[in-house]
């Protein structure tokens, strides 16, 4: 069982930079591929960046790429989500998820099997 615990949304205006983090317990999260998804209101959950267990493959959703960086402390247990240059379109529950997942399965929500209980970024105009 792993249990996942996101922190570090908040407001912040367009243009500006959030890092999330995803504490996760347990001691095995070294196996585990790791991912972001987020959901805006009145919109399905979407992919946005996900890190294999190796470190060495980080997807991105087009929407994201070159904004925002993942990274894992395995250390630590923790994986990150960096966002720079925060757009509107950003705002959303931002949830951290967990698995043994395929990299071909990376970008799917079905594939992971943990979920931590969201953080919510806004991004002001």
């Known amino acids: 069982q792993v249990q996942l615990v996101e922190s570090g949304g908040g407001l912040v205006q367009a243009g500006g930079s959030l890092k999330l983090s995803c504490a996760a317990s347990?001691?095995?999260?070294?196996?585990?591929?790791m991912g972001w998804f987020r959901q805006a209101p009145g919109k399905e959950r979407e992919f946005v960046a996900a890190?294999?267990?190796?470190?060495?493959?980080?997807p991105y959703a087009d929407s994201v790429k070159g904004r925002f960086t993942i990274s894992r402390d395995n250390a630590k247990s923790t994986v990150y989500l960096q966002m720079n240059s925060l757009r509107p379109e950003d705002t959303a529950v931002y949830y951290c998820?967990?698995?043994?997942?395929?990299?071909?399965?990376?970008?799917?929500?079905?594939?992971?099997?943990?979920w931590g209980q969201g953080t919510q970024v806004t991004v002001s105009s």
């Open positions: 890190i294999a267990w190796t470190g060495g493959s980080t």
């Open positions: 998820a967990a698995g043994r997942v395929t990299l071909s399965a990376l970008v799917l929500d079905q594939a992971y099997d943990y």
């Open positions: 347990g001691r095995t999260f070294s196996s585990y591929a």
